[in-house]
T-cell receptor, first 116, second 114 residues
Framework: AQSVSQHNHHVILSEAASLELGCNYS??????LFWYVQYPGQHLQLLLK????DPLVKGIKGFEAEFIKSKFSFNLRKPSVQWSDTAEYFC??????????????WGLGTSLAVNP | GAGVSQSPSNKVTEKGKDVELRCDPI?????LYWYRQRLGQGLEFLIY????????KSGLPSDRFSAERTGESVSTLTIQRTQQEDSAVYLC????????????FGPGTRLTVT
């Protein structure tokens, strides 16, 4: 069955440290890829997405992610985190199933805590 | 414009009772999703409505769970004979057409079964 794996469940960093959150998926066909973020007490919201073209995509708040098809990965990065980046981060993959009825497959999320 | 709204925001119910959760998607969004998020865990897909197509119910955990959607508007998720393991935040999201488009999430309904 298709799945999305986020390798880091809990990450603790100090401000200005670099961030990379891993995301791997198991599907050999065409995918669209997403990172969503949930700040404390707020709704889930889209951070960035990849549909096609340049595999390095840039999102809000200085985040970027690189799609590496050969590795089935879509890792999230930020060169210098801030305290305000403390949040839960979810990777999601859009897979076309047999009925062309697309739905998202979600990772379990990574909790990021940034210490000031 | 208005975002996705859900009601109630919190619901405490006794084990064995039925509950109904409501979702109002963004106007014009044809796709609607229900998810369950248990404490400290990721999103668990429950059901997906897309226009007039048959809903994808593959994520519903048991026959106690059901959902309906009226056209391309309001959706209700019903849990019958609630159990303590049903306690979770139930999230609704909508998107313009289908999963390849950004999903907009509501604030969720926190369900506690005592």
């Amino acid at each position: 069955a298709q799945s999305v794996s986020q390798h880091n469940h809990h990450v603790i960093l100090s401000e200005a440290a670099s961030l990379e959150l891993g995301c791997n998926y198991s599907y050999g066909g065409t995918v669209n890829l997403f990172w969503y973020v949930q700040y404390p007490g707020q709704h889930l919201q889209l951070l960035l997405k990849y549909f096609s073209g340049d595999p390095l995509v840039k999102g809000i708040k200085g985040f970027e992610a690189e799609f590496i098809k050969s590795k089935f990965s879509f890792n999230l990065r930020k060169p210098s985190v801030q305290w305000s980046d403390t949040a839960e981060y979810f990777c999601a993959v859009n897979i076309v199933n047999a009925g062309n009825n697309r739905k998202l497959i979600w990772g379990l999320g990574t909790s990021l805590a940034v210490n000031p | 414009g208005a975002g996705v709204s859900q009601s109630p925001s919190n619901k405490v119910t006794e084990k064995g009772k039925d509950v109904e959760l409501r979702c109002d998607p963004i106007s014009g969004h044809t796709a609607l999703y229900w998810y369950r998020q248990r404490l400290g865990q990721g999103l668990e897909f429950l059901i997906y409505f897309q226009g007039n197509s048959a809903p994808d119910k593959s994520g519903l955990p048991s026959d106690r769970f059901s959902a309906e959607r009226t056209g391309e508007s309001v959706s209700t998720l019903t849990i019958q004979r609630t159990q303590q393991e049903d306690s979770a935040v139930y999230l609704c999201a909508s998107s313009l057409f289908q999963a390849s488009y950004e999903q907009y999430f509501g604030p969720g309904t926190r369900l506690t079964v005592t």
